[in-house]
């Protein structure tokens, strides 16, 4: 089995194409066989180096691997000038000049559904001859059987006037080329397979087999845009989420696996990846659900590795401690700043929070109280935190957060924390208690 994952390099690396990626990748490792990186950079304006180097990066972020490339489908170009005319000379392809106008005036006389056919010329575009009886059958391997009647298609312009091939040929000649035996992609490539598979009928090569996958769309039923949140790779990336978790779910938008799981490894997911169980119908990313997925796999790293993506993404050292604490709480990457960055940059200023908490009826008394009999406890640590101020709230006659949320605005500036205790031990004694005193003093 050869497969190729084709990407064209005009900006990042969208989720549908991540996912394109990803099912061949999974198909490739579960039955041995060998994905191609082809690179379809014969728009020149747009295929940068810039834009190829998201995919890649994207690629590598995501961990997935690929056996050859990246191929340039550039470089091919003399190939494709080769094959041309070679269809040229056996008459399968021919010159014309005819214009849009031209073939508005075609379907005029033949009626809007005969696809046009041109009369050859010395030079000009080259089109391929569609012939007019019998029909181009897709068999694919999701969708079923699609029936395309010649009658109806134009003769497709394959190369421009200039030479230059257009997307269709190049990916037939491309795939022929390198013994791609699937090919696996989004559905907004089914129109164009009956035209590659004529261009390999001219070529006399064999088909592969297809399998179009359905459209990711957002919640509201349309196509996944950047309106619905993330759409890309890095957008997921910078948005804090692992790609372990990111790799999970997409492979899991559009594809059964196991009812009664939703956490599957790579591995696991090649072990059960097949084209049969992808559905016809459009899968749904929601990021609410990836969002729970992430945290899943969040909790499941060790606290030192936690650590190490923490200090990653957000560019900050010594994050072991308060990721270890917080760990339990946030969902993602990015979720850690806004819950713990008081530990490094000093509460925060939310000044309905101080109101709420330390200006409501008894609140700096609390506060006062919990300032007392954190400033006498030995030795410093979590455990004796905890039970300094469960006694002070039961000798109090208090609620729990009667006690505990002062403290916790008076150390973060805010209601929100990983756990009190632990928060008032990571900071220290003398951090805690000076945070504490700046809270209680006047105005």
């Not at 996912?19 to 191609?36: C, F, I, Q």
């Not at 004529?198 to 090569?205: C, R, Y």
């Not at 996944?224 to 804090?240: D, M, T």
Request: hydrophobic letters at 40%; zero cysteines; charged letters at 25%.
């Amino acid at each position: 089995m050869r497969l190729r994952f084709a990407p064209s390099p005009t900006g990042a690396l969208h989720l549908g194409g991540a996912r394109a990626a990803l099912y061949n990748a999974l198909l490739a490792r579960r039955h041995g066989g060998t994905l191609v990186l082809r690179i379809e950079d014969t728009d020149r304006e747009r295929s940068t180096p810039a834009n190829v180097e998201q995919i890649l990066d994207a690629l590598r972020w995501l961990d997935i691997s690929y056996d050859e490339g990246p191929i340039s489908q550039a470089a091919s170009a003399p190939r494709h000038a080769e094959v041309l005319e070679r269809l040229l000379a056996d008459g399968h392809a021919y010159r014309s000049n005819a214009t849009a106008d031209d073939v508005k005036a075609f379907k005029a006389t033949h009626g809007s559904g005969h696809g046009f056919r041109g009369d050859p010329e010395d030079r000009g575009a080259v089109r391929l001859r569609v012939p007019d009886a019998e029909e181009t059958v897709v068999h694919d391997a999701v969708r079923g059987e699609a029936r395309f009647a010649h009658v109806h298609l134009d003769d497709p312009v394959i190369a421009r006037a200039d030479g230059s091939v257009l997307y269709n040929f190049a990916v037939a000649v491309d795939d022929s080329d390198a013994g791609i035996t699937h090919v696996v992609r989004g559905e907004d490539h089914l129109s164009n397979t009956p035209k590659q598979l004529l261009v390999l009928e001219a070529m006399g090569a064999p088909a592969p087999v297809y399998a179009h996958l359905p459209l990711i769309h957002g919640p509201d039923g349309k196509k996944l845009s950047k309106r619905h949140g993330a759409a890309s790779v890095q957008e997921l990336r910078a948005q804090g989420f692992l790609p372990e978790a990111v790799v999970n779910y997409l492979a899991l938008l559009g594809a059964g696996f196991d009812p009664e799981r939703e956490v599957f490894s790579f591995a696991e997911l090649a072990e059960r990846f097949a084209l049969e169980n992808v559905t016809r119908n459009p899968a749904v990313f929601d990021e609410q659900k990836l969002r729970h997925l992430n945290g899943i796999w969040l909790r499941s790293l060790p606290a030192e590795e936690l650590a190490r993506r923490l200090e990653e993404h957000t560019g900050r050292r010594g994050l072991a401690g308060a990721a270890e604490i917080s760990q339990e709480k946030i969902q993602t990457l990015e979720d850690f700043w806004p819950l713990a960055g008081f530990f490094f940059d000093g509460p925060v200023e939310d000044a309905k929070a101080r109101a709420k908490v330390l200006e409501a009826p008894g609140g700096r008394e609390r506060l006062a109280e919990a300032r007392g009999v954190l400033a006498e406890l030995e030795p410093w640590g979590t455990g004796g935190i905890e039970s300094a101020l469960r006694e002070l709230v039961e000798r109090a006659g208090v609620r729990p957060r009667d006690v505990f949320q002062p403290v916790r605005v008076a150390i973060a500036g805010t209601t929100v924390s990983p756990g009190i205790f632990e928060s008032v031990a990571l900071l220290g004694r003398d951090e805690a208690l000076a945070r504490i005193d700046r809270a209680l003093a006047p105005g």
